[in-house]
């Protein structure tokens, strides 16, 4: 590669889909604002503002952003930069991760300085906690499911409902959920739950309608706020504002 990190962005101006593909260099992919989305076989993240994902060399990835959203990205020579993760990673975007990449891109930078600089973007570069993943089950049993919450996140039939309409138990259904996602019926919920009101907020929809959209609702925006923030470490106001 003939660079060792190099910052790119782009502002969305439409809904945009990018198909399949893969890169010969490493690269950390984040938002400046708004949502976007990567998917890696049946494993779907959610990208914004401070939740960054590493994408290794060679992934086989396709996305999407909603209109608006500030994407921006930054490679990583393959030669020249070992690999953070074999595999896709979280990433914590924080204010100095944010701006390092912006240094890189400016001009007259001596050797020095984009030496150290490139040096503190591996250096803070950091696994987050939270991370706003999906699984795409693809069984027979499980698929309708999850294609229904997924489409209609604000539907609020109960694992039980489901069940019954399938002619299934509902230990049959949780233990395929399991077996299949690594996670449970209700924390699968939950995550496509979040993606959906993230994509909301970010459309700029006010955080008390949001509440009122999502499963179970919420009986105030406060309590909405609070649930979103456990489950995604995000600040709903603060990431509609953005």
């Known amino acids: ?3 060792r990190m190099k910052a790119y962005d782009e502002v969305v101006e439409r809904d ?33 503002p401070s939740l960054g994902l590493w994408m290794p060399a060679g992934t086989l990835h396709s996305g999407s952003a909603t209109a608006d ?5 930054t490679f990583f020579g393959f030669h020249t930069t070992p690999s953070l993760s074999d595999t896709p990673m979280v990433v914590e975007i924080t204010p100095l991760l944010r701006l390092l990449p912006e240094r890189l891109g400016e001009s007259g930078l001596s050797v020095m300085s984009r030496e150290v600089t490139e040096a503190m973007v591996l250096d803070v570069l950091r696994p987050s906690p939270h991370e706003l993943l999906v699984h795409r089950p693809a069984s027979a049993l ?18 039980a409902d489901r069940a019954a309409e399938l ?14 996602t690594g996670t449970s019926f ?9 993606q959906h009101a993230i994509a909301l ?16 609702g919420y009986g105030s925006a406060s309590a909405f706020g609070a649930a979103f923030r456990r489950t995604t470490g995000l600040n709903a106001g603060a990431l509609r504002a953005s």
């Open 142 to 159: 499980l698929r309708p499911i999850a294609d229904a919450v997924t489409a209609a996140p604000g539907d609020r039939r109960t694992l």
């Open 16 to 48: 945009t889909d990018w198909r399949k593909h893969s890169h010969p260099f490493h690269e950390l992919l984040w938002n400046g604002s708004g949502a976007s989305a990567t998917v890696v076989g049946s494993r779907v993240w959610t990208i914004t």
């Open 167 to 180: 002619g299934v138990s509902t230990r049959t259904i949780s233990r395929a959920f399991v077996a299949e």
């Open 186 to 194: 209700v924390r699968r919920v939950a995550s496509v739950c979040a």
């Open 69 to 73: 959203t500030w994407f921006r990205a």
């Open 1 to 3: 590669m003939p660079f």
């Open 201 to 216: 907020l970010t459309r700029g929809r006010e955080v008390e309608a949001v509440a009122l959209g999502v499963r179970y």
